[in-house]
């Protein structure tokens, strides 16, 4: 989980591929989106974001991962459960 949120984007690019099917690929971009907010290094607007705001790594995760987990559990739910 730490590798896919601190490097999500160049982790996923490497997994799709053209033999998979749409939902895989769905999921995939599902998680990167959510992923990728959980901590500041997630992606770039995290980090230009936290940088206006002042807001530090901790401040930052206290939030982002009880939130992040949340809604990756709800959509792995909705996705392949349901």
């Given amino acids: 989980m730490s590798s896919a949120v601190l490097d999500n984007a160049t982790l996923r690019a490497i997994e799709i591929?053209?033999?998979m099917a749409l939902p895989q690929?769905?999921?995939i971009i599902m998680g990167l989106s959510?992923?990728?907010g959980m901590l500041i290094p997630g992606n770039i607007?995290?980090?230009v974001t936290a940088g206006r705001l002042k807001i530090s790594m901790k401040e930052w995760a206290v939030v982002g991962l009880?939130?992040?987990l949340i809604l990756l559990?709800?959509?792995f739910v909705i996705?392949?459960?349901l």
């Fill in 66 to 68: 009880p939130i992040g």
């Fill in 79 to 81: 996705l392949y459960v």
């Fill in 45 to 47: 607007p995290n980090i």
């Fill in 34 to 36: 959510i992923s990728g």
């Fill in 25 to 27: 690929i769905i999921g």
């Fill in 73 to 75: 559990g709800a959509y």
């Fill in 17 to 19: 591929g053209p033999a």
